[in-house]
């Protein structure tokens, strides 16, 4: 099982990005995915989940700004941000938690992190 995170780059304030990050393997079901943040020097965040229901939770950040979103038939997470600025500067990580097919374990998995550079 592995997650596929891409869309990063570098934008200007201002500007957007769409992150997208598929996961793949023996999958029996995906539960809640998710993105996560690390700034350098600090502490990997919260920015956004969502259930397989499409409950979204969100960060401190503004949640106008970020919008988090699925495709359950694709297994793929989705990150739309708009309006970025400097301090979203950051690697940014997805997340899945699901359930294999083969031994119907429970995996907590993460991505291998896009970087988002946003110049003022």
């Known amino acids: 099982v592995q997650l596929q995170a891409s869309g990063g780059g570098l934008v200007q304030a201002g500007g957007s990005l769409r992150l997208s990050c598929v996961v793949s393997?023996?999958?029996?079901?995906?539960?809640?995915m998710g993105w996560y943040r690390q700034a350098p020097g600090k502490e990997r965040e919260l920015v956004a989940t969502?259930?397989?229901?499409?409950?979204?939770m969100y960060g401190y950040l503004e949640k106008g700004r970020f919008t988090i979103s699925r495709d359950s038939a694709k297994n793929t997470v989705y990150l739309q941000m708009n309006i970025l600025k400097p301090e979203d500067t950051a690697v940014y990580y997805c997340?899945?938690?699901?359930?294999?097919?083969?031994?119907?374990?429970?995996?907590?998995?993460w991505g291998q992190g896009t970087l988002v550079t946003v110049s003022s």
């Open positions: 997340n899945a938690k699901l359930i294999t097919t083969h031994r119907h374990e429970y995996l907590d998995v």
């Open positions: 393997g023996s999958i029996f079901v995906v539960n809640d």
């Open positions: 969502v259930t397989t229901g499409g409950t979204t």
